[in-house]
């Protein structure tokens, strides 16, 4: 199980972190992502991070404002959201991928972050 | 403006097969595997197909990947009320170092 949570309401410019919590399997052993949909619209992958944290990859349109950081011994994934937009609201998943983002085996049912003055 | 191409929309009645196509170029589809993901309205998305043409455990073999140059193509035969869904398509791009997704294809069963 994949469970998301701190997703809220915030005004433009602010900052958020929004968490997983992983349960059932060893969260060390994955990839992990975090993957957004805008309501009514497609799929966008925002960021991913290697199981050990070396390595950590971003969508251009988060680049130098979101930040992808996991605690292994506490089965956690997070998100630091900073610089928010209105184009960032967007229902957040996290998902378990392969170890080389080859595809997204499991994922959580989102955490909805809306972006509004 | 999505980096792989699927069309926004497929038909088709129930029992018929319907073709979901997916087109990316060399930096993705092309280098790597692609997988599809199936989202009932109102879920989460759901891995129908990995490594191009597999089926994880509990997807039925009317349900099949395959993959070719730099395009792949998900296929749905003898189609229930139940496959209604959106379906995405999915790589990593070399080039831009990230996963990428196709816009989503939305299937309507008649």
């Known amino acids: 199980h994949l469970v998301e949570s701190g997703g809220g309401v915030v005004r433009p410019g602010e900052s958020l972190r929004i968490s997983c919590e992983a349960s059932?399997?060893?969260?060390?052993?994955?990839?992990m992502s975090w993957v957004r949909q805008v309501p009514g619209k497609g799929l966008e992958w925002v960021s991913g991070?290697?199981?050990?944290?070396?390595?950590?990859y971003y969508a251009e349109s988060v680049k130098g404002r979101f930040t992808i950081s996991r605690d292994n011994a506490d089965n956690s994934l997070y998100l630091e959201m900073n610089s928010l937009r209105p184009e960032d609201t967007a229902l957040y998943y996290c998902?378990?991928?392969?170890?080389?983002?080859?595809?997204?085996?499991?994922w959580g049912q989102g955490t909805l972050v809306t972006v509004s003055s | 403006q999505s980096v792989l191409t699927q069309p926004p929309s497929v038909s088709a009645a129930p029992g018929q097969k319907v073709t979901i196509s997916c087109v990316g170029s060399?930096?993705?589809?092309?280098?790597?595997?692609v997988s599809w993901y199936q989202q009932l309205a109102g879920t989460a998305p759901k891995l129908l197909i990995f490594?191009?043409?597999r089926r994880p455990s509990g997807i039925p073999d009317r349900v099949s990947g395959s993959k070719s140059g730099t395009s792949a193509t998900l296929d749905i035969t003898g189609l229930q009320a139940g496959d209604e869904a959106h379906y995405y398509c999915a790589t990593w791009d070399g080039s831009l170092t990230r996963m990428v997704f196709g816009g989503g294809t939305k299937l309507t069963v008649l």
């Open positions: 998902a378990r991928t392969t170890s080389y983002f080859d595809y997204i085996d499991y």
């Open positions: 059932g399997f060893i969260l060390g052993s994955y990839s």
């Open positions: 991070i290697s199981s050990g944290s070396t390595s950590k």
């Open positions: 490594d191009n043409n």
């Open positions: 060399t930096s993705n589809i092309g280098n790597n595997y």
